[in-house]
């Protein structure tokens, strides 16, 4: 075998490897978003949820909370940034 011939299928097998792990990672990543999705999800229904019972078991809190986040906004709001 020729130092040519080495070295044309070494860069096929890398060539090989790249393409395969390339796969690999994207295959990985659909994984990952769904499941970051799936879960930030669930997340958000909690939270939701969270939200509704407070709100209907206690609407003292929820006034306060309006209350303290009416107070808190600036007087006027810079609008060119």
Known sequence: MS???KWDE???DINLLFIHTTHLINEFHYYQSNFKAN???SERKRIETTGREISRNNPEKVMEMLQQTVAN???SVDMEH
């Open 39 to 41: 879960v930030g999800g």
């Open 10 to 12: 070494k860069k096929e």
């Open 73 to 75: 906004l600036p007087d």
């Open 3 to 5: 130092p040519t011939s």
